[in-house]
Every structure is written in C-alpha cells, then in structure tokens.
C-alpha cells in the first residue's frame, strides 16, 4: 500500500451512561475505500464525527498527512480537505443546487467597485463544471426540493468536491436508496478513488462493502473488533465478528393460510394540500392471514395511502374494512373498526414524547371503559394495563410505567408503540417502515412478530424501503411508483433485482 | 454504567442543585429562584436610584396588607387593605387559569384583556344597567361575563383550527378592534360626564360589597374570591383526571400524534379556547363590576397581560396560579403605597413583574442544566447517538 | 381628498413596513419575533431620549437631533433585542414566551425609565419624551398631479430613510453572503452548520437587525403619530407588522404591498369620517378598520403561505 493519510491514535469518547468509542487505533491510506462496519450503537458514526470534528475525542490523537491536528470543528475538517456526507442531508430545500453547494464559499463580486455581491453567474458555471466533470445527472438550477433522494446526495458530494476534499467521509449513504441507486452511488465511489480521493465509507450492510471496500474495520459496542482485508475474508466471518454473536437470519415463517378479505380498497386516491396528486386510484385486497406488502422508494406515496387509511388525509374513493365502508369515518371510528397503524414517525406522529409509558399506551383507549369512567380517567387501571404490556412486550423503561418517553430508546419507543398497537386487538395493522433505524437484534425480533400477527390471522399491510424486509416477511407485494401500483405479485415469484427496476419505474 | 460518574458529580455538587433535581418540587423551585433573582435585579436597581431597597419592599408588603402600616386613617386597618388585595387577586386568579389552560393545549392566550373587556362590557350593558335584584343579578353577570368571553376566545380558536391563523396575531388584533368598539360605544351612550368613564352599575349587580363594616373597620369582600380557587382547582382536576383533560394535553404536546391517537385537534382548539375565554370572561366581571364599578374608554386593564406573567411563572399548572397570582397582585396592589411612602415610581412594580417574567422565561434552560446529567440522553432513531443503549436482540 | 389618503397612508405603511422588514430578517433565521412591539417601543424610548438630551445642549438645531434620534432609536432597539437573542438563542427559551416576555418587559422598562430620567435629569414629572415636530417636504413640481401629488406632498424625511432602508435590506437578504446564510438558517441550520458557518451568531445578527429596525419604525411612528414617547407608543404595530410579513409570506416586495395596503385602508377610513362629517366618536369605529382587515386578509392568505421551515426551533449544535 501506498502512504499513510489519516491515523487514528488511541482514540476514546464517552457520553453519558455509554462509551462509544473505547481505545481506538487505526490506518487509513491514501486512495483506499475504508469502512467502518458495525450495528447501531457499535460506535462507528461517533467515529467519523471525531475526525469530521463534529466531537472531540475524550483521549487519543488524529494524525493527518503526517502530523497530528486538533479537528475541533466541521469547519477545521474541511480546512483539512475533510468532506463527510451525513445520513441526513444538510440541505436547504427552497434553494438551488448552486445556492447549495456554494453555501459559506460564494464567488463574490464587487458592484460599484466596493458593493459585495455574490457572483451567481460565476458560481454556477463552476458547479456546472463540476457535474460534468463527474458525469453526475444534475442541473445547477435545480430546487432541491424537486429533487429525489439519490440526486440530493449527488448534492452532498459535489459540496465536497467543491471545496477540494480529499478525504469523502459517506455515512450510511444506502440507507434510503433502491438497488440500481446503489449502484449508480458505489459506482462514483469508485470513480472518486480513481480521481485520487481517500473514502471512508460508514455501513452495516456487508455486501456493500463486498463490492466497493479494500479494507474493513469492524466495530462493536465502541471495541474496535479488527480490521480486515475485505478481499481476502469471508463474509460470513465478518458477520460474526460485527455482531460477536452467531446470528440465524432465518425468520420462523410458516406457510400462509389467507381467509376472507379483511381490507379493500378501491380506486383510492390522495390529492395533497399543494394540489398534487400524490395516489392514484389505488386497488388492492389484503385477507386475513396475509402480509401485504407496499414497496416502493421513498416519497412516491406510500405514506399518503397510509395515513388515507388511517383517516389522517383527504382522500377519494373506498376502503371496505371487514365489509364496512369506513371512506367517510372519522380517525377515531377507524381505529373502533378494527384498524391498527404503526406510523414511519415515531417522534412526530407515533409518540408523545413528553408524555410517560402509561400515557402513551391508552391513547387509543384513554377515552372508554376501563380506562376512563365518565369524563373521568381511571389512573389505576391504566398503570396496571401499562404495568402489564411493559412485561407482555419487553419494553425496557427505567422507571417503569412513570418513564418519561423522550427517555427511553428508540428500539424500546418502536416496541412501545408496537404493544400499543397490537393490544386493540384490531384486524387490520400496518405497518410503515417497522425497523428503520434498528439494530439487527431489534429488527429481527420486529419481523417475527409481524409474522406472528399474520399466523394468527391478522391482515397485515407492510410499507417498507427495505426489500429485503419486503421480500423476507411478505406473501404478497405491491410496488408503487409516483403514486401508481405498478405490480402486484406473490412474493415467491419476483426477484430483488426485478422488484428494484420497478420501483425505479424502469418496468411498468 | 454511569454510576461512578453520578456519585462524584452528587458529592461535589452543592445542595442547591440537589434540591433543583427533585423532580415533584422541580418547577416550584425554579419559580422561587426566578423570583429571588428578580428581587436581587431589582434592588440593584433600587440602591443606583439612590433608595434603600428594604424599605421598598417593606412598604410594598405594608400597601398590600401583608404587613401592618405604621398608621391608618380612621376606620381602615391592616385587614382593609388584605381584602382589598382579595379583591383585585380574584380576576387575576381567573385570567391566570385562563392563559394556564390554553397553555396546556399549546395556545397562546394574550387576548385575555380583550375578553375581559368583552365580558364586563356585556355584563355591564345588560345587567349591571339594569334593576334587577341582588339574587339574580350578580349570577346573571357571572353568566353573561363568561358566555362572552368564551365566544370571542372561541372565535380565535376558530380562526386557529380552520385558518391556521397564529393565535397570538388574532387575539392581539381582537383586543384593539374589541378595545375600540366597547370605547365608541361607552363614549356614544354611557359615559359619565365628569369622570370620563362609563356609568358606574348597579349596587345589586356587583360583585364586591363595599363599604362593610367589620367592628370598626370598613371593609370590602370580594364575593367570588372563593370561587376563583374553586375554578382554579376545577381546572386543575380537568387538565389531570378527566378525558378532556387528556386531549388537551395531548394536543398541547404534539397535534399530529393527537390526530393520530383519533382526537379531533380542531375540536380541543376550541373547546379549550371556548373554557379559556370563560374565564378570562369571569376576570372581566369580577374587574369591571367588582374591583371596580365603571370602564374607561379606550384602556385594556394591565391584569390581562400581568396573568401571562402569573401563569409563566406558575408553570401553566392552575392550583399553582393561584399562589403566583397572590405575588404578583401583592406587587402591583402594594405599589400605589409604595411610592408615595418610599418615593419610587410606581414602575418599580411592573418593572419587577417583567423581570420576574424574564427569569422564569429562562426556566427551561436551568431545567434542562440541572436534568442534563439525570436522563439519559435521548437517542434519534436512525443513527447510533450518544447514550444510545444497545437495543436488546435476545427476544 | 385622495391626495390625504395617500400622504397619510405611506406616513402610516412605510415605518410599517420597516419593522416588518426586521421581522422577516429574524423569523428568515429560524426565530420568531413577537418582540417587535417592545422591541419598536424600546427603540422610541431611546431615539426619544437622545432627541431630548441633544435639544438640551444644540437646543437651536433640532434637525442634528432629529436625525442623530434615528441612529439612536437603531442602537437602542438593537440593544434591547439581544434579550431576545439571548432567550432564544443561548438559553432554549420557547421563542413566543421570549417574544411575549420582552414586551412586557419593554413596556416596564420604558415607563419606568421615562419617569425616572424626567424626574432625576429633566425636572420633568411627565411619562413623556416630547419631540419636535418633524419637517415635511413638498416637490412642488408634481404635487399638483392627482396620485402622483399624494405621493410626494407632505413626505416626512423619515420616509425616505424607510425607502432606503428597504432597498438595503432586499439587497443584503437576497444578493449577499450573509443573506445567503441567513435564509439558509431559517430552512435548514444543519446545513448552514455544515458549511462551517455559526449558527447561532447568523441569528444573532438577523435579531439585532431586526430591534435595530423596529427601533427606526418605532421612532418614526412617535414622530408622526404623537410627537412625543410615551406608554401609547404600544398601539399594536409591531403585531401589525407581523401580520403583514405573514400575508406577504415572508417576502420583502408582497409585505411592503400589505404594509402599503394597511396603511391606505387606515388613512382613507379617517378621511371618510372626515368627508361624511361624523361624529368624532366614530373615530373609534374607524380605528378597528385595519385590525380587522388584518383579520380577514389572514383568513384568505394563512393556509397557503409557507413559513421558513425551521422557525421557531430551537437548534442545538450537538443534535443532528
């Protein structure tokens, strides 16, 4: 290998109740893709934010080109020729994408002589330049609100070409993107090694790092595990090895037995407040017993037929819930009839967070015997009904019924809102991206018991941008493109591979 | 995992902070502290204006019957001037619950004055004008005070839930249009010449007996001060134990997981503005046909803005109100005294009150100083966070 | 006839409009104002007490006092916002609460403070600072032109320091770096965090500039209203002015044609009391015309305006 670039020294950092990183040394080289691998909470994004200076280490030194620096700002590491593309984007959605990538380094221009003015003119010439240098697919007057997913994280990277990064720090840069745009993304990864960029790339999926890493560094509970040659290992050891623990991926999936129709829909749509059609005439069934699962990227309205569902959005057209015409109930009614819902937001829709276990858990109920009497709220049978989901459904809370949700963490706010919601009893529940931003313990435990809710004969809608969740928990699938069900198949019959290209709206 | 950490910090932190942690007295606590850190502001304040700060409060206690005066004028004692706090107490206790209730819901109530006016101007109009007796008259004021007050908050909450118009903007705009009409109404048909304001009403309809006499001492009695802490209590019950209670607050603390938990977010908006604006309704009557008997054209009583005060201070919590009232009129009904005898200006009292307000607007930071090294810290769903706990894996 | 309206409402719109201007700049950075009100009444209250400590020593010049005042009035509103800043930015506060507090608190502080420098330096037991009556300009020229006439008879010199300052303002919050930065802070503070900017002293500024130019509104209204500070400097303006910047979405050019709207409805509701020749009570009756026009434009205008995306929030630099 080539030179040393980045050297990280005995680094430690500990927050509150946890150390996310303990005694961690290592050696990026110049020109390499590294990754970080490891499940939530291995420590690996405090990491990154260490040597993006986002946190300063607790103990430990970082050497960079040779000498040791102190990173104690974002703006120190892009100093440093440091970029990092965060999971959020940090974008500024009402401008464009020159307005963006300039953002703290405009071209500036003098009117009169001696008025600054920003030289929009010469900026977006300059981000022009650099789309076509990369072969990105982008125009610098585009909104970044028009855009999709995988072109504003083009956005992120040309942010840090245009500031000459030299070291591309992607954190979790797959999570929201379909297969073909993960391609096209691990493509300019490589394109950026060749153009002489060092990357290092934050993951938990192994294939990635598979097809694009020369070397790994496995992260677990803040310990660094080792750091492999990605060519030179097995996956299945590294799978080990990232969760210290021989996992069975396999999900305890019995045959399915559908009974009668629980759920249908027809001819749904959703016009949102702005006028757009975000659905369009929606049909489908889903029967007792099955999993019925929407797959679809992100923001092509998956969400809007699910909360149409729910009552939460105008809507046209009908939805049959057991037999009965619910199109005109209201939200309240909906849940009486048998409807469950696990919203994408947890904190903003699915949670009061300022609100205790107990609170939080009759909220559909809070109002009918026994938990209110008359006007009156009956306190003692609540925190015994949240006494007894607490145990039913392992939500781990300090201060048992009392904890403070904001408190708690959101493997246990995801499970909390799941008892919730399994415990009406309803016989139809859905489901929007159940895991998201779990660990793989977590995420497992979660499908098992999607499933177990179908085997007990439960309609279950799943709404998920992971396929592999899609494909492992489903019996049917339905994709979703720009509002529109392009597809609808038992999931036995379709590929991953196939199932990308129609949620890309390659195949119709 | 943290212990070690938290028994050093509890042996090196001081008592103060130990008792700021206790999480029941959390909020009483930090409202004295803000108080006392006022009153060391504000007697910096005093001594650079060249005044002994004690002084200043002494005569402010002794204006507002906490403290006997040196002297009294015949048939006046200390008790003359304790009811009198009483007296101006009740409609702050009642404006205070107002902008507390609609607090819980996520509202700012600030048009308090604006239905106090509507309230008593009603009230004043049709019954205190009138020649009904005593036993009809002053629940008919009552009544009429908080039906009023209730229908303009209602329309604000109407504005809010329909129109999504911010309800600071349409209550600060109501109070002026409410302010300008009741003015050219009084000015056109009800004013008393000399004195400039409306005429006063009805001995029957008023809320405050005056003129009492108590032995020798002449006295007045607030006759709803007791329903003030009732409905103060009422309110309190509502927001804990009842089901309406339970919407407001859900509504308060997140409107979409309310709508999503099935409760009707327009419905609380107005209902809890429709409850809000009957108190602040109340407030009217108990100022304009109780403390006192007339209103001046074109004036919006200070008791509207004050309860902001009141209710900040008070953490929102209604039962709470009352104790933060009883300071806060002490200061502002103490001060007429205060300034002839210590020779301040009157300000001083208001200036007070503000930075009272100030302090405790800073409330929630000290809160989040002291519980920053308590909770754990909460972790964001979709990347590992500091404090994150491992997620368990083996259920 | 026509003529009064237009002078009278452009007197009325364009101080308006300036502190609707500081409005947008600060709820542009991601912070609500509803400070304006004490922040334009603290404002007052300084140029005020420039204006009568400079007539004490230059008492045959007041036109130096007079515009030394506007300068004044900027610097105290400016000062007094940084309360504001402090609340929202440092200390977490929720931004209404902040915004309501310092109202009040203006309004104590500039009662007692009048009181108390009357009495201590003044030999003055009023609640007011009086003020000279502020010079009106002419262009004979066009003045006898129908509207055009309206527009340049009887122009107090402020109104043209407003123009100007409107014409800065739009230059800085769209053409400049720091404008750039502003706006990016109110959308999205992550990213303007990312780019190694301070958050917290963008907005920061952006509030000082809002005091500073509700300070020059507020002064302008006492020199045009009453001639003089006093508690009735809080006659609602700065919630006006919020009113305004919301119906004009959160735009210069739009708020300055509801500024300009409020202020015309206002000046030509007192004419028409005037022509009909009404009893002087209606006044009263004519004073709620824009209050409730504010009203009813907000009911037409408040669900389809978008707000900066990030006002209100309380941004945390470790949180992401």
């Known amino acids: 290998m080539s030179e040393t670039i980045l050297e990280l020294k005995h680094i430690s950092k500990r927050f509150p109740g946890v150390i996310a990183n303990n005694d961690i040394s290592l050696e990026i080289q110049r020109g390499e893709i590294f990754a970080f691998l490891g499940e939530n909470g291995a420590g690996k994004s405090t990491l990154a934010s260490i040597i993006f200076g986002m946190y300063s280490p607790d103990a430990g030194e970082i050497i960079l080109r040779g000498q040791a620096v102190q990173i104690n700002s974002p703006a120190r590491a892009v100093e440093l020729d440091i970029g990092m593309v965060h999971q959020h984007f ?80 992607f954190d979790e840069p797959t999570a929201m993107l379909t297969p073909q745009e993960i391609d096209s993304l691990l493509a300019i990864i490589r394109r950026l090694r060749e153009a002489g960029k060092t990357i290092i790339l934050i993951t938990h999926k192994l294939e990635e790092i598979k097809l694009v890493a020369d070397r790994c560094a496995i992260m677990s509970r803040g310990h660094l595990i080792d750091v492999y040659d990605v060519q030179t290992t097995s996956t299945q050891l590294m799978a080990n090895r990232m969760v210290g623990r021989q996992l069975s991926f396999q999900l305890d999936k019995a045959p399915a037995h559908f009974g009668p129709a629980v759920l249908e829909l027809k001819e749904l749509s959703v016009i949102d407040a702005f006028k757009v059609k975000r659905l369009d005439k929606a049909s489908f069934t889903v029967h007792a017993g099955e999993v019925f699962a929407l797959a679809g990227v992100a923001g092509n309205g998956q969400i809007q037929l699910a909360d149409a569902l729910a009552g939460l959005v105008q809507h046209s057209g009908q939805i049959i819930l057991n037999g009965q015409d619910i199109s005109q109930a209201s939200v309240r009614k909906r849940i009486q009839s048998g409807l469950a819902y696990i919203p994408e937001d947890r904190h903003g829709v699915g949670l009061f967070l300022d609100f205790d276990v107990t609170e939080n858990l009759i909220s559909k109920q809070y109002y009918r015997p026994p938990f209110a009497h008359w006007a009156f709220l009956q306190k003692k049978t609540s925190q015994r009904y949240a006494e007894l989901l607490i145990v039913r459904y392992d939500v781990r809370c300090a201060q048992g019924p009392a904890t403070i949700v904001r408190s708690m963490s959101g493997g246990n706010q995801q499970k909390l809102i799941i008892a919730r919601e399994l415990d009406t009893h309803a016989d139809l529940v859905i489901f929007v991206q159940p895991t998201r931003g779990l660990d793989i313990g977590a995420t497992l435990s979660i499908r098992q018991r999607i499933i177990d809710e179908r085997n007990s004969g439960k309609a279950v809608l799943l709404i998920s941008l992971e396929l592999e969740e899609v494909l492992t928990v489903a019996d049917n699938i339905a994709v979703i493109f720009n509002g529109n069900l392009t597809k609808v198949t038992p999931a036995a019959e379709i590929s991953l591979a196939e199932l990308g290209e129609y949620m890309m709206g390659v195949r119709q | 995992m943290n212990q070690a950490s938290s028994e050093t910090k509890s042996r090196s932190t001081n008592w103060l902070l130990r008792i700021l942690r206790y999480p029941r007295t959390q909020n009483l606590v930090i409202a004295i502290l803000a108080v006392l850190m006022a009153l060391v502001a504000i007697s910096l304040v005093i001594v650079i204006i060249g005044k002994n700060p004690l002084t200043v409060f002494v005569s402010l206690l002794r204006g507002s019957g906490w403290l006997p005066k040196p002297r009294y004028a015949s048939g006046r004692s200390m008790l003359t001037d304790f009811l009198g706090l009483l007296d101006a107490l009740t409609p702050m206790i009642f404006a205070a619950i107002a902008v507390a209730i609609a607090f819980k819901a996520g509202l700012f109530n600030i048009g308090i004055s604006g239905q106090m006016l509507t309230g008593g101007f009603l009230a004043t109009v049709l019954i205190g004008y009138s020649q009904l007796d005593a036993v009809l008259a002053k629940p008919l004021v009552l009544l009429v005070g908080a039906l009023s007050g209730a229908m303009l908050a209602l329309f604000v909450g109407w504005l809010k839930a329909n129109f999504n118009i911010h309800e600071v903007v349409s209550t600060i705009m109501l109070n002026y249009v409410v302010q300008y009409i009741v003015s050219f109404f009084i000015k056109g048909y009800f004013i008393e010449p000399v004195s400039r304001q409306s005429h006063t009403v009805s001995v029957a309809s008023r809320l405050t007996l005056v003129n009492v006499q108590i032995g020798a001492v002449e006295t007045r009695i607030p006759l709803c001060f007791l329903l003030a802490v009732g409905l103060a209590g009422v309110f309190y019950l509502i927001l804990a134990r009842t089901r309406l209670g339970y919407e407001i607050r859900a509504v308060g603390s997140n409107r979409q997981a309310a709508e ?45 803005f004050d309860s902001i005060a009141v209710a900040l201070l008070a953490s929102a919590n209604p039962l709470a109100c009352v104790l933060s009232a009883m300071l806060i009129t002490s200061l502002s009904y103490g001060s007429n005294y205060m300034s002839s005898v210590a020779d301040v200006s009157e300000y001083i009292a208001s200036l007070l009150i503000g930075i009272v307000l100030l302090f405790s607007a800073c409330s929630g930071f000290l809160k989040y100083l002291v519980n920053r090294n308590n909770l754990a810290v909460d972790q964001s769903d979709d990347r590992e966070e500091p404090g994150s706990t491992p997620a368990t894996g083996g259920d | 006839m026509l003529n009064q309206v237009i002078i009278d409402g452009l007197a009325f719109a364009l101080p308006l409009l300036v502190i609707a201007i500081g409005g947008i700049f600060s709820e542009h950075s991601g912070v609500t104002n509803l400070a304006l009100e004490g922040l334009l009444g603290f404002g007052a209250f300084s140029g005020g007490l420039c204006f009568t400590i400079l007539v004490q020593f230059i008492p045959f010049d007041s036109a130096v006092a007079f515009y030394v005042s506007f300068i004044a009035a900027a610097l105290g509103g400016a000062t007094f916002s940084l309360i504001h800043a402090l609340l929202c930015i440092r200390l977490q506060a929720n931004q209404v609460i902040s915004g309501v507090v310092i109202n009040i608190a203006a309004m104590a502080l500039t009662g007692f403070l009048t009181a108390q420098l009357n009495q201590s330096f003044f030999s003055g037991s009023s609640n007011k600072f009086f003020l000279s009556t502020a010079p009106r300009y002419t262009l004979d020229l066009l003045s006898g032109l129908p509207i055009l006439g309206g527009l340049v008879t009887n122009v107090y010199p402020f109104e043209i320091i407003a123009l100007l300052l409107v014409v800065i303002c739009w230059f800085l919050l769209y053409r400049t770096r720091f404008g750039l930065h502003l706006r990016a802070c109110g959308d999205n503070p992550q990213s303007v965090d990312a780019a190694g900017l301070s958050v917290a002293r963008i907005r920061l500024v952006a509030v000082m500039i809002s005091g500073g130019l509700a300070g020059v509104g507020g002064i302008c209204f006492a020199y045009s209203i009453s001639t003089n500070v006093s508690p009735a400097i809080y006659f609602g303006a700065g919630f006006l002015a919020i009113a305004a910047l919301i119906f004009g979405n959160w735009q210069i050019i739009p708020t300055l044609g509801a500024c300009l709207i409020f202020g015309l409805a206002r000046a030509a509701s007192f004419q028409l009391v005037l022509l009909l020749e009404m009893d002087s009570s209606i006044f009263d009756l004519a004073m709620i015309v824009p209050y409730v026009l504010v009203l009813v434009l907000l009911v037409f205008f408040s669900k389809n305006n978008r707000a900066p995306k990030a006002l209100g929030q309380v941004y945390d630099k470790g949180q992401s």
């Open chain 2, 260 to 304: 999503y938990s099935g409760i009707s977010s327009r419905r609380t908006i107005m209902l809890t503005m429709a409850l809000s604006g009957a108190a602040a309704g109340l407030a009217g009557v108990t100022y304009y046909l109780g403390y006192y008997n007339s209103i001046m054209p074109g004036d919006l009583s200070s008791v509207g």
């Open chain 1, 90 to 169: 940090k974008l500024v959605s009402n401008y464009s994408v020159t307005e963006n990538i300039i953002l703290g380094r405009e071209p500036i221009k003098r009117l009169l002589g001696i008025i600054p003015a920003i030289d929009y003119k010469k900026a977006r010439a300059q981000v022009q330049e650099l789309i076509d240098r990369y072969d990105f697919d982008l125009s610098a007057d585009d909104l970044i609100e028009d855009l999709n997913v995988s072109s504003q994280q083009r956005v992120e990277i040309l942010k840090m070409l245009y500031r000459d990064a030299e070291i591309l720090i």
